[in-house]
Structures are given as structure tokens and as C-alpha cells.
């Protein structure tokens, strides 16, 4: 061991008491005190505020408290976050060591843990990491650098590569063989190396974005002592996989304050560079608010089940990769918005921003390659999450949860119910019984819709006096989720569109006789903008209605009709309610078979006025939210059954001797399917979450909805490419879930036009 042990203030437990409190008077006296300007003098202060950090007793919230941590609890921890990101006080400047400090926690020796934690905590002492050589990048296992025994000391002998500081480290933590040369894993060791040790040469290498941040060490026989072992020798594959489990979840939080951040910067070089109104520009600015939201949707949930004790499981892997590709979406657009910049180096006079978003531009091409490539991610969601078959032929691993299911456990109620809807659909719902609603273009499952009402849908999230069950939207969300999953031949998101109109204009009776029953259609035309209120509309002529509407989901099969139209005389807008025996309704054949959808013609009918004028604007406005969330939830659950009956195909299916499955060309769509299916779930869901007058309800809407209509059709397309000539015969259910995918991506305009709609509310916020 070297010598140096540092004392201080990192000696003994911490007191969590106050901690809040001394934090706060940090971070207040930080806020008062000028920026640092130059990169130089920005690396000091991050130093000094580490150092600051320590002597308060506030640097380290997840350690235990025997190694001068604060060992606060998850809530806590985020809370220490939240403060330190909003006080925008300095990273740590070497980020790296905080892969070490977790290892040396849990497996260090008491020597070790007093000797480094605190200089590693003050930043003075730095840190690289070696595990990646030329020979051994993501197999890490077939690593070759040799650490053999001589006496009290190793010999180590080799070559690293990639390591990022390594021209700045005082230490690396390094993975060795200590065992017999070869792949195995046992023979790996664990071992902290001094950098200025003799025989170590460090080579900089310069990177593709012009810096030099990482290097190519050489090992000469260098004498390490044995106390730098950490562990075992021989177990240092273990060792490496150390983390906190805490500090693992809040770092979830860290990365979405960051990403909002680098969002609304884009946003406002949008607005900067003149892309405000440029339609192209608005969709891809929506995508990259759509990837924010699902990282932060995800994040969300795991850190929900972190709270609740429970493992976030496959939601942390698809998070990694979403990440790392999500960087690159980003800083391609906001390259892109340099216009012709995009042509100057990062460091050249006149570069946009100061050439950031080149610089980040060429520097996210590391975003996919670092810390495990983007494949291997894929092969870890694949094999380890989904439970399809090692690519290496090692077999087939238990999938985290059932395909097509949520990765995060949900909370109790949500689970309850989706347990008992998820049975009580699978028995009307077999592939011939849905296929049998092909012929049969004006009727639906009045059985299994007779249970759902039982269950208390469609009234599910209404108030009890309106004859509701007063559930969340979130509950309705899943229980819609799990009728779209079950592609139930039941018109309940019809109904339910029609049913919210009702009750945003107060016509009470009409929503009891749909609570109790009645099926219900929105008689409205719709275009690619969604609900059409111009002249296309019916007209009033004093009582009497006249004009039709094609393509009316659900209308074949409704009780209640509640119609939009125009005055003739006032020209104002007004809603009324008609019976269908009053009107004609001619059934057209819909694409989705376990669906009906019609022409409604109204001549002559009198409808009983509910609103007119400005009250009607108000009632769209505000139904448009629960209509978007229930029509996305069903294209969820029809997302998440094309990859659940995938995956089950790519299980069992053999071809050339494999496992179709073990083939990364499908083992990787799978695996993207998931993060689809998965990602527009979170949206959805959590876009359920806000209240009505949220300022962030409607675009959470928008954005969610057009995430999951656009996942339900591209997961089904993909669903029946993995099925290869079975998955295009009629007698296979695959081709049913695209069907329905299809309807609903147009049902409320286009997914194309809510993502517009989207990027101007959030430019319209910025300028
Ligand atoms: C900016 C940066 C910083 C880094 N910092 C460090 C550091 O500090 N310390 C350190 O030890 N390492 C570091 N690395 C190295 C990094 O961990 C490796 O680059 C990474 O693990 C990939 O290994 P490789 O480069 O050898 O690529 P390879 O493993 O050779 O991969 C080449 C290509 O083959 C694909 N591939 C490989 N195996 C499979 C498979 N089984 N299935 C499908 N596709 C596969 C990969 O996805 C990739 O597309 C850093 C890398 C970068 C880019």
C-alpha cells in the first residue's frame, strides 16, 4: 500500500442530522460568489467546492455513514439532488471515481477505504479506469494484461487502451489476469494501480471530436503491492460489478435535470437560428421532446419501484440505451440548426455557441460505444430481459417479467386490475373469436361488454354521483392498456370519447345511462389535424339537424350519438345528443376487424341541445386530453401484444438449426420493440398522471399519443415481419394488431400533427 493516509473530517459516522441545513448554507454562500470564466479556473473551483463539500459533511448522501457518508434514504437522497441541480454547483471533476468509491465500499479493506475515500471524495486524488485493452473491448472477458505474484508484490505486464484521464490519474482501478491466460472470468483480478509507478507509459490518444481525453497505457513489469488487491485474487469479475443500489437509482434523477436542460437549449437555437416555423425542424424538435420525456417517464417509474423495495429491473437496461441514443438525436438536430455553421470546427471564429454543438455533435459518437455499445445493450435487453436465447449459444435465460408486460411493477390497485381484466378478456378473445367479428361490420361482443361494465368501465374514472367508480385516469390508462392488449371487440374507446364529451357539458343523464351501460359514439368529422369544426360539420337549421359523417368509430354499434354541428342562423358551434333509431347509419367496413365504423347521415333528426358557442370550444379543449389518453393507452396495450407474441415466436421458432431468436437481426428488433412498447407506455401513463388544469397536461398528451400511435403500427409491422409467411395468413392474430394500430393512428389526427401541435406549445413557452 502507499503511503499517505489522510485524516479528516471523513473519520467516523457522519451526522445526517442537519444535513439539509448545512447543505442549504452551502449552496447559498455558493450562489453569491462570480462564476469561474476559464476552463482552468472552472477545474479549481470544481476542486475547491468538492473540498467544501467534505468539510461540511455533505459530499457523499448514499455512503454508509462508517465510511463518512450521510446514508440517506432514497426520498432523501433525490432531495439532495434536486437541490444541488437547481444550485447548478460544479460535477465533481472526475466523475470516473465514483465507479471505484462503490467497490472499495463494499469490498475494500478497512486500510484501503481510509486511505482513499476521502482524497477520491475531495478530487485529490484522480482516478481512470482500466478494464478495455485492443484485444478485449465489449468481450472484457478475454482480457490479457498479466498481474503475476512475486513475493508481496504483483508484476503487471500489458497494455490498456481507451482510458478516459489517464494523463490526469494519480490511480487506476484495473482488471488483470492473475489466473491462467484465456476467457475465463475466474482468473481475473481486481487491482489498484499507482500512475506514476516505474514502467507505466501513458500515451494520449486524440479523440474524433478533437480532444484529448483519453489514452493507451503501457505496462512494463510494474510492481503494484498486493494490499492494492481489492477482494480476492481471482474474483475481481464480481468485484467489478459493485454498485449501491441507491446512489445507482438516484442517478436516473442527475441524468434527466441534465437532458431537460440540453432540451430547452435546443429549443431557444431553434428560435435563435430562425427554425421556429420550419415544419421539418418541429418534428424532429418533437421527437427529441418525446426522448426526454420517456427517459423522464422511465426514470420515474424505476425510481418509484426503487422506493417501493423493489428491483427496477429491465427499465434500468432500456434506459441505458435510450440514453445513449437519445444524446446523438439531440446534438444531431441542434448541429443541424447551425445551418451552414455546421461547416466551421468547434473552435473556430463565428462557430454557433462557441462551436458546442459540433463539439457534442462529434463527441455523442462516443454516446453508443462507451461503457457498452448500443449492441450490447440490445443483446442485454434481448437475452436478459426478454428471456430470448444467448446469440453465443449459452442458452436462454428466465425474461425479467412476461413480454408485453410492465417492466416496473405497478402499484397494487393498477396490478389488481389489470390482473382481473387481463383474465376476464383472454376468454373472449381468442384469435378465431376475433377473427369472426370480420363479417359482422355492425356488431360487437355484447358478453364481454356486459363484464366490463361490471368491472365499472367505461365510467371507471368519473365521480361517483355521476354513477362512476372514481378511479385515476392512470387506472383507466391500464385498464384501456389491457382491452387494447386483448384487442377486445368491445367499442370502449368510442364510447369513452363520446362519454367525456357529456360530461364536460354537464349532460348528467346521458353519462348514467353510458355508466350503466349504454355503448356511445362522437359524431365529428376528423381530419390529419384531428376534430374538424369548419364547414365540414353538420348543420343546425332551427331544430333540425342535416349533413353526415363518414367514418364514425364506433357508430354501428352506439346507444347515444352525441353530435357536433353548426348553427345556420348564429354560425356558432353546438353539441347535441340524438338516438340512433333516429338517424341512418350506414356501416362501413373498418380495417380493424375487432372495431365498427360508420356513416352517420342526420337529415331531419332534432338532437337535444347540451352546449353551443364558446361553452362547445371549451368542451373540446377539454375532452381532447381523455380522448388522446384513451385512444394511446389502446395502442399501447396493442404495441405491447405485438411484442409479447414476437418474442414467443422468436423462442420457439427454429431455423438453420437456432433458435430464430439467437439471431441479433431479430434478438435486436425485439429488443428495440421493447423499448417502443415500453417507452410509450411510461408516456402514456404518466401523461395520466396530470391534473386537468396542469399547464403540462396537454402536451404530455400530445406528445404521448403520438409516441404510441406511431409505436403500435411500427411494433405490429415488426411483429409480423419476425413471423415471417405465418405472420401474413389471415388465421394468425398478427395482422389484427397492425389493423388496429392503423385505425387508431388516425382517429384523432395525425401523430405527425400532434407532434407539431406539440413543438409550438413548447417553443411558444420559450419565445
Ligand atoms: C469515449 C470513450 C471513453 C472510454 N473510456 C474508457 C475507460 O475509461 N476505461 C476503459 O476501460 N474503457 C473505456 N472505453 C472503451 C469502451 O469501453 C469500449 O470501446 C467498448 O466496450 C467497446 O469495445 P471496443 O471498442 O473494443 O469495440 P468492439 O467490442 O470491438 O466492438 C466493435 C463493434 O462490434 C460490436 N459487437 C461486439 N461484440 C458484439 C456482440 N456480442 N454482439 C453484437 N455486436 C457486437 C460492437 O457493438 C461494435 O459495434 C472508452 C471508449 C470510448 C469511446
Redesign the pocket.
Known amino acids: 500500500m502507499v503511503e499517505g493516509s489522510t485524516t479528516g473530517p471523513l473519520e467516523g459516522p457522519a451526522a445526517p442530522d442537519g444535513w439539509r441545513e448545512r447543505l442549504t448554507a452551502l449552496l447559498e454562500a455558493y450562489a453569491k460568489r462570480p462564476r469561474p470564466k476559464t476552463p482552468k479556473e472552472r477545474a479549481e473551483a470544481a476542486r475547491a467546492w468538492q473540498s467544501e463539500m467534505v468539510d461540511a459533511r455533505v459530499a457523499a448522501p448514499g455512503w454508509p455513514s462508517a465510511v463518512g457518508g450521510l446514508e440517506l434514504g432514497l426520498e432523501d437522497q433525490l432531495d439532495y439532488y434536486r437541490m444541488t441541480s437547481a444550485a447548478g454547483v460544479p460535477k465533481h471533476p472526475n466523475p470516473?471515481a465514483f465507479i471505484v468509491a462503490p467497490t472499495l465500499i463494499v469490498y475494500g479493506t478497512e486500510v484501503q477505504k481510509k486511505r482513499f475515500l476521502e482524497p477520491l471524495l475531495r478530487a485529490d486524488e484522480r482516478w481512470?479506469?482500466?478494464?478495455?485493452?485492443?484485444g478485449?473491448?465489449?468481450?472484457?472477458a478475454s482480457l490479457s494484461t498479466k498481474a503475476v505474484r512475486d513475493g508481496d508484490t504483483y508484476r503487471v505486464t500489458g497494455q490498456?487502451?481507451?482510458?478516459?484521464?489517464?494523463a490526469e490519474a494519480d490511480w487506476m482501478f484495473a482488471l488483470v489476469r492473475t489466473g491462467p491466460a484465456g476467457r475465463g472470468t475466474a482468473g481475473i483480478s481486481y487491482l489498484l494501480i499507482p500512475m506514476n509507478s516505474p514502467g507505466i507509459d501513458v500515451r494520449p490518444l486524440r479523440?474524433a471530436a478533437g480532444g484529448h481525453?483519453?489514452a493507451e497505457i503501457f505496462f512494463d513489469d510494474v510492481v503494484v503491492p498486493v494490499e492494492n488487491l481489492v477482494g480476492e485474487e481471482g474474483s475481481g469479475w464480481s468485484v467489478m460489478r459493485t454498485s449501491l443500489g441507491h446512489e445507482r437509482a438516484t442517478a436516473f434523477l442527475a441524468d434527466e435535470f441534465r437532458y431537460r436542460g440540453l432540451v430547452d437549449k435546443v429549443f431557444a437555437l431553434t428560435i435563435d437560428q430562425g427554425y421556429a416555423d420550419n415544419s421539418l425542424i418541429r418534428q424532429e424538435l418533437a421527437y427529441v421532446e418525446t426522448g426526454v420525456r420517456a427517459i423522464a417517464a422511465n426514470s420515474a417509474r424505476a425510481l418509484d419501484a426503487v422506493l417501493r423495495q423493489q428491483d427496477p429491473g429491465g427499465v434500468a437496461s432500456v434506459n441505458r440505451l435510450v440514453k445513449s441514443e437519445f444524446e446523438q438525436q439531440l446534438h444531431r438536430l441542434a448541429q443541424r440548426l447551425t445551418g451552414s455553421g455546421a461547416a466551421l470546427s468547434n473552435r473556430s471564429e463565428g462557430a454557433v455557441d462557441g462551436g458546442r454543438w459540433t463539439y457534442g455533435y462529434l463527441?455523442t459518437?462516443?454516446s453508443?460505444?462507451?461503457?457498452?455499445?448500443?449492441?450490447?445493450q440490445?443483446?442485454a435487453i434481448a437475452e436478459q430481459v426478454l428471456g430470448l436465447p444467448s446469440?453465443?449459444g449459452e442458452g436462454t435465460r428466465p425474461a425479467a417479467v412476461a413480454p408485453g408486460r410492465p417492466l416496473t411493477a405497478p402499484e397494487e390497485d393498477e396490478a389488481a386490475l389489470r390482473e382481473v381484466l387481463h383474465k376476464a378478456l383472454a376468454s373472449h378473445t381468442g384469435t378465431e373469436q376475433l377473427l369472426s367479428w370480420a363479417t359482422k361490420p355492425a356488431d360487437y361482443d355484447i358478453g364481454l361488454w356486459d363484464e366490463l361494465i361490471r368491472f365499472g368501465l367505461p365510467g371507471l374514472a368519473l365521480p361517483e354521483d355521476l354513477g362512476g367508480a372514481g378511479a385515476s385516469l392512470r387506472l383507466l390508462a391500464a385498464a384501456v392498456e389491457e382491452a387494447g392488449y386483448a384487442l377486445a371487440p368491445v367499442p370502449l374507446v368510442p364510447t369513452l370519447i363520446a362519454l367525456e364529451v357529456l360530461r364536460q357539458a354537464g349532460a348528467v343523464e346521458a353519462v348514467r345511462a353510458v355508466c350503466d351501460g349504454a355503448t356511445a359514439a362522437f359524431v365529428v368529422p376528423v381530419d390529419d389535424g384531428g376534430w374538424v369544426v369548419d364547414d365540414r360539420l353538420p348543420t343546425l337549421d332551427g331544430t333540425r339537424l342535416s349533413g353526415s359523417v363518414e367514418r364514425v368509430p364506433g357508430a354501428p354499434v352506439a346507444d347515444q350519438l352525441v353530435v357536433l354541428a353548426r348553427e345556420n342562423a348564429t354560425g356558432e358551434l353546438v353539441l347535441g345528443t340524438a338516438k340512433p333509431i333516429e338517424v341512418e347509419i350506414v356501416p362501413q367496413e373498418s380495417v380493424d376487424v375487432t372495431a365498427t365504423i360508420g356513416t352517420v347521415v342526420l337529415d331531419g333528426v332534432e338532437p337535444e341541445i347540451i352546449a353551443r358557442g364558446a361553452e362547445v370550444t371549451r368542451i373540446l379543449d377539454a375532452a381532447r386530453r381523455l380522448a388522446q389518453v384513451a385512444l394511446a393507452a389502446d395502442s399501447v396495450g396493442v404495441a405491447n401484444r405485438a411484442l409479447a407474441l414476437a418474442v414467443d415466436w422468436a423462442g420457439q421458432r427454429e431455423q438453420f438449426g437456432h433458435l430464430i431468436g439467437s439471431y441479433?437481426a431479430i434478438s435486436?428488433r425485439c429488443a428495440d420493440m421493447l423499448v417502443r412498447a415500453e417507452g410509450s407506455r411510461a408516456q402514456v401513463l404518466s401523461a395520466a398522471e396530470f391534473g386537468p388544469d396542469d399547464a403540462e397536461a396537454r402536451l404530455s398528451a400530445d406528445i404521448a399519443a403520438a409516441a404510441a400511435l406511431d409505436a403500435a403500427v411500427w411494433v405490429a409491422e415488426n411483429c409480423i415481419q419476425i413471423h415471417g409467411g405465418i405472420g401474413f395468413t389471415w388465421e394468425h392474430p398478427a395482422h389484427l394488431l397492425l389493423r388496429r394500430a392503423t385505425a387508431n393512428q388516425v382517429a384523432l389526427g395525425r401523430p405527425e400533427n400532434l407532434r407539431d401541435r406539440a413543438a409550438g406549445a413548447v417553443l411558444a413557452r420559450l419565445s
Do not use: V, Y
Open positions: 470516473i481512470c479506469q482500466g478494464f478495455s485493452e485492443p478485449a473491448g465489449s468481450d472484457l490498456k487502451i481507451w482510458t478516459t484521464q489517464a479523440d481525453h483519453f463527441m459518437r462516443a453508443t460505444i462507451g461503457a457498452g455499445t448500443a449492441e450490447i440490445r443483446n446469440h453465443r441479433q435486436h
